[in-house]
Structure formats: structure tokens, C-alpha cells
């Protein structure tokens, strides 16, 4: 389908990148339609919104600058720590204070998904569950690394509990998840011996000791550091199958996880029953009978979006980065092997070597990056007026919510992001509501943001991450 008139006066782009999209194929769909206001089956191809970048493939920060701008994150933000320099222990009341950090009892009712409100005893025993008694006056930290996909979560339980809505998708004790190879400190174990409470570089919530090989402080924290390195650049890879060690056998392996690569002459020409000529042959940690760290290579077919080292970051990668995505259900905290919206933001970047904070509110208000911030005094034409000047891949913030600028098309701006609801006022003047729940690509101002706002009352934050 041609651009409209409108559309070709805000269309930009450089003649190899135009070249380079002509030529691409589109997908579409017969007889498509949608309830998502604004958007037709051609805004779901990247190709549509690389095309309108004037300089897709232009470096925005070199390897150095975004070494940079990490060290700056960490300084500016509490929530991010270097591992590196965690105490070798904490006393009684250093720990007492991390647990009391994550595990509290909640200060809202919670409800199991029959309906059921928990009482005040079970929440507790949620509670108890962290082992107070275990604490002891002088508590060791240990290192360990993820060896799979695994959550994060409030308590040590696998429970799940919700909001009095009874929202099933929002799972209030879900926190985040972590991938294999990254490192944790373990601060503290379960009452069962299960759990494990663990401070990840953006995170402190309790993690499956299972999921977790325990090895030297040393040792853990320079395997996150070996080069050269392979970054997953998909959506979700998985190793090969591997009948002879069960351990590395179709793990999953999600976008902007980091391993190290390992050469011929280290495993030789048979790795785990396969040549590894045309695989990426990566070194993949494992839990020994004892639960200690072990090291093992991998395979991960070529076919597969792997890069040797992070990608460049250019504005072309946060759109194809971000697009690969697109469709996934919404994963609140990483649940349903998904992501949610910051999870989606935080892969995109990380694929590219940015760190940053893990929950919504700790990114729009943080320092790090240029970052704009509203209050109830600001008016949604400076809004307007910033996203008209707005980069691709900006993130935009409102409460609970962050999204991914992706363009202006016909004087409205477009987003895309890792979304639950879905709800906005029609031409007609009637109200909508209905569902997203996964990584969608939507008009920004004219989505609702509850019955009463729009998505634009709402910002309360722009961020370049710049």
C-alpha cells in the first residue's frame, strides 16, 4: 500500500536504507482487522519505521560511551549494584532490613485465584518462610550463577496470590527473572532450604536454589566478564538437544543473555555427540550432585540470532530489537516465560550492552540517561512539544508503564510495548475497552489510560537513552 500524502511529508530516510526496505517483503494478512484504534497491518512491519529514520545505522553511543553511561547508572541509581562490591557478610540487621526489603506483608488484601482472600496467618507464614530464625550475627554472602530461566519472587513460595480484582495475568508475587549465566549474590536460604534470597546487578527478591550453582566469588563474577562473548539477539533461543548431558540439553536463552564463547581448540571437534562447526559453541554453567558450579560447552544452532559481542547500538537495532518481540503475551514480572513492560525495554538494551533498573518508576525518575520529568503543573503541550523532538527508542513513562517511541505518522506518535490493557474513546465519543496483553505497537496520545485520561495526561517522564 502507498503512503498518503501526509505520510510521504514526514517520511525521511538514507537512499541505502530506503533501498534496503523497498526490497524487503511484508507480510499481510487477508481480510485483517483490528480493535487496536489507529494502526493498520503495515505498522507491524519494522521495515515500515526504519524507513522513516533519517539515519538508521548511525552509532548513537560507541562501545566506550555506553561503558560510560552504565558506570554513570550505577552511580545515580541505589537499585543497581556491582556485585564486585557487596560486603563478604552482613550482620543480623543488615539482613534483617534486605529480607524486610522484599518480603513484607503485603499492605493490600490478596486473593488466591478462587477467589478466596488470604488471611492474615497464611500471609505470614509467607512471611515466616525467610527464615528469621535462621539469621545468624554474622551472615556470609555467597556467588552463585543461573544455570535456568527462573523467577524471581516476593516470598519463597511458587504460590500465586492476586489483587482483589482477581486479575490472574498479574500474579502479585511475582517480581522479575533471571537468565543462565548471571551472577547472584545469595544473601540467605529458606526456612526449607529451597530458596535462596539473591541480589542480582538490578534486583533483590527469592530465586529456586535449584536454578542456582553455587561456586567461588572469584569464579562467579569472572565468568560474567570473559570475552569473547555471544549475546542472544532473539526473542528466545534454545541450546541443542544433548542426550549425554541433560544439563544443557534445549535451554532456553532469552534476548540479551550473555555467555562465553569457547573455540575449537578448547572443546575440540565433538562437543556432547555433535561437531560444533556450525553451531556457537558457548560455555554454559551447570549444578554439580552438590549443587556447586560447574562448567560444561553448549551448542546454539547458527540459524539462530546470535552476535558475537553486543550489538551496535543504533536506532535500526532498537527497532529490529524490539520488533522481535512483537506478538509475545504479556508477561507480568517475566511470568508465562514472558516479560512485561520494562523486561521488554531492559532485553532490547541490554542486547546492546545498557544496563539499567529493573522496575518502571526506578527508570522514569531516575537520573541516569536525558530524562524529562512532569508534575501536575505541566501541561500535555510540553509533552507534545518534547515527543515531536523525541528520538526512536525513547522511552516514555507513565505509572505502572513504559513505552518505546518508535515515530509520528499523520500527526499522531506511535509506540511499541510489552502492554496489558487496551482502552480509548472513538470517534464517536464512546468508550472501549477491551485487551492487548503482549508487545504491541498502538498510537500513544490517544490510547486511555483508565476511563477518565489518555495515555498523554499521564506522562509523567520522556527518557533518551542517551
Known amino acids: 500500500m502507498a503512503c498518503s500524502q501526509a505520510e ?28 487496536v484504534i489507529g494502526v493498520e497491518q503495515r505498522y507491524l512491519e519494522p521495515e515500515f519505521w526504519l524507513q522513516r529514520v533519517e539515519q538508521p545505522h548511525a552509532l548513537v553511543m560507541t562501545p566506550d560511551e555506553i561503558a560510560d553511561f552504565n558506570a554513570r547508572s550505577y552511580r545515580l541509581q541505589d537499585e543497581m549494584v556491582y556485585l564486585n562490591e557487596l560486603p563478604d557478610a552482613y550482620s543480623a540487621a543488615e539482613l534483617t532490613t534486605k529480607i524486610d526489603s522484599i518480603s513484607g506483608l503485603p499492605s493490600y ?54 489483587s482483589e480484582d482477581l486479575d490472574t495475568d498479574i500474579d502479585r508475587f511475582q517480581e522479575t527473572g533471571v537468565f543462565p549465566g548471571m551472577p547472584l549474590a545469595i544473601l540467605h536460604t529458606s526456612s526449607d532450604g529451597e530458596w535462596y534470597l539473591a541480589q542480582s546487578y538490578h534486583y533483590l527478591a527469592w530465586i529456586q536454589a535449584k536454578h542456582v550453582a553455587i561456586g567461588p566469588r572469584e569464579e562467579v563474577l569472572a565468568f560474567a566478564e570473559k570475552e569473547p562473548f555471544a549475546v542472544i539477539t532473539e526473542a528466545k533461543v534454545h541450546t541443542n538437544y544433548t542426550p549425554s548431558m541433560p544439563a544443557v540439553s534445549e535451554v532456553q536463552l532469552d534476548m540479551s543473555t550473555r555467555l562465553p564463547l569457547l573455540s575449537a581448540e578448547q572443546t575440540g571437534h565433538n562437543v556432547h555427540g555433535q561437531n560444533p562447526f556450525a553451531s556457537y559453541t558457548v560455555e554454559m554453567p551447570i549444578r554439580d550432585a552438590n549443587g556447586d558450579l560447574a562448567f560444561t560447552p553448549a551448542l546454539i544452532p547458527r540459524h539462530n540470532d546470535v552476535n558475537v559481542g553486543y550489538i551496535p547500538y543504533t536506532e535500526a537495532n532498537v527497532i529490529t530489537q524490539a520488533f522481535k518481540f512483537l506478538g509475545e503475551r504479556y508477561g507480568w514480572g517475566h511470568d508465562y516465560n514472558a516479560r512485561d513492560c520494562t523486561g521488554f525495554v531492559l532485553e532490547v538494551y541490554r542486547s ?23 508534575d501536575d503543573s505541566s501541561s500535555n503541550q510540553e509533552k507534545l512539544e518534547r515527543l515531536d523532538n523525541a528520538n526512536v527508542g525513547d522511552l516514555i513513562y507513565l505509572p505502572g508503564h513504559v513505552v518505546m517511541y518508535l515515530g509520528k505518522l499523520n500527526g499522531e506518535h506511535y509506540v511499541i510495548h510489552d502492554v496489558h490493557g487496551l482502552s480509548y474513546t472513538d470517534s464517536n465519543g464512546d468508550y472501549y475497552e477491551g485487551t492487548l496483553n503482549g508487545v504491541s505497537v498502538t498510537p500513544l496520545t490517544t490510547l486511555g489510560f483508565g476511563k477518565n485520561d489518555t495515555y498523554l495526561d499521564r506522562i509523567y517522564a520522556i527518557k533518551s537513552v542517551r
Request: charged letters at 15%; proline letters at 8%; aromatic letters at 10%.
Open 8 to 35: 510521504q511529508a514526514t517520511t525521511s530516510s538514507t537512499p541505502d536504507a530506503s533501498a534496503a526496505v523497498a526490497a524487503a517483503p511484508t507480510q499481510q494478512l487477508p481480510n485483517y482487522s483490528t480493535d
Open 352 to 374: 546492546m550492552g545498557i544496563a539499567m533498573p529493573r522496575n518502571s518508576s526506578q527508570q522514569g525518575y531516575g537520573d541516569y540517561g536525558q530524562n524529562v520529568v512532569y
Open 109 to 162: 488484601p490478596r486473593h488466591y485465584a478462587d477467589g478466596r482472600q488470604a488471611t492474615t496467618d497464611e500471609l505470614q507464614a509467607y512471611r515466616d518462610a525467610s527464615n528469621f530464625a535462621g539469621i545468624a550475627e554474622t551472615n556470609p554472602v555467597r556467588f552463585g550463577l543461573v544455570v535456568r530461566r527462573t523467577p524471581m519472587r516476593t516470598f519463597p513460595t511458587l504460590d500465586k496470590l492476586y
